[in-house]
């Protein structure tokens, strides 16, 4: 089973990235997805997670109203994150992971809930 995430880069201060996240080796229907990211010397932290149904979100506020969490109907082995207008503390280590729910809403901002993970993209950001 894996998650591999794609999509980081090197963007200016403002721009846009679009990462993604597809999975492999199992279904993932039944699971909610989230982002997580961690900066150097820093400590993981929850960006976004959404339903297995893909029908509920929820994002950080550090990063509401500018990044947008998705997963297409025909495809829930994949998520994306849409991050526009990208602040320089937005550089950090981009991971996506897994969650299994027994509900259609179910999706989980905490890191230990998560059953995979994915190995990271990076993302930075320059002034």
């Known amino acids: 089973v894996q998650l591999q995430a794609s999509g980081g880069g090197l963007v200016q201060a403002g721009g846009s990235l679009r990462l993604s996240c597809v999975g492999s080796g199992r279904s993932f229907s039944s699971y909610g997805m989230a982002w997580f990211r961690q900066a150097p010397g820093k400590e993981r932290e929850f960006v976004a997670a959404i339903s297995r149904s893909g029908g509920v979100t929820d994002s950080a506020d550090s990063v509401k109203g500018r990044f947008t969490i998705s997963r297409p109907n025909g495809k829930k082995n994949t998520v994306y994150l849409q991050m526009n207008s990208l602040k320089v503390e937005d550089t950090a280590t981009y991971f996506c992971?897994?969650?299994?729910?027994?509900?259609?809403?179910?999706?989980?901002?905490?890191?230990?809930?998560?059953?995979?993970w994915g190995q990271g993209t990076l993302v930075t950001v320059s002034s």
């Open positions: 992971a897994a969650r299994f729910a027994r509900t259609s809403y179910g999706r989980s901002v905490n890191p230990d809930e998560h059953d995979y």
